[in-house]
């Protein structure tokens, strides 16, 4: 009983404590004082307002405003490498810089090219892996085309 509500709240009291330290730049300190030798690896997938979510869902779904907040502490406190870099590196057992982080983007939304200008902005890198089959006149990526069918259905259900 008693760790259930000790888990309680600490999922209610976390988000905002780790929001409040990194407002207050206590995540940068962190960085700076005690860097990780691990590294990180972000996976984003649209990078939309609430018009993306005709094509993509909300919760996948990042604000090009927030995007852009994430892109510049990660140029002020990590190293972003390019994913086969980091692949090589590791599988030669040569080390990683310290704070060592990796972006990449599933999916290949058309708004991933803004997300690319954001990060040349700042000098960083990415690994996009694109539905090349949706290019050129091919088939709809899946995903897209459902939600796009399921908000254009009439009734409250869908059989």
């Known amino acids: 009983m008693r760790s259930g509500l000790l888990r309680t709240l600490r999922s209610k009291v976390a988000p905002a404590a780790k929001s409040a330290l990194l407002r207050g730049g206590g ?34 779904c990042v604000s090009p405003a ?8 990660l140029a ?33 939304y058309a708004d991933n090219l803004a997300a690319a200008n954001v990060l040349g902005r700042y000098g960083l890198t990415a690994t996009f892996f694109i539905t090349a089959g949706c290019l050129h006149g091919g088939e709809p990526f899946w995903p897209s085309e459902t939600r796009l069918l399921l908000s254009a259905a009439a009734g409250p259900r869908v059989r």
């Open 27 to 60: 995540y940068s300190l962190l960085r700076r004082f005690a860097p990780s030798r691990r590294v990180a690896i972000l996976r984003y997938h649209a990078i939309c307002n609430d018009d993306g979510h005709v094509y993509a869902e909300p919760t996948i």
């Open 76 to 108: 002020a406190n990590y190293v972003v490498l390019p994913l086969p870099e980091v692949a090589e590196r590791l599988r030669d057992t040569r080390p990683l810089p310290a704070n060592a982080a990796v972006i990449t983007f599933d999916d290949g």
């Open 66 to 73: 927030a995007f852009e907040r994430h892109v510049r502490y």
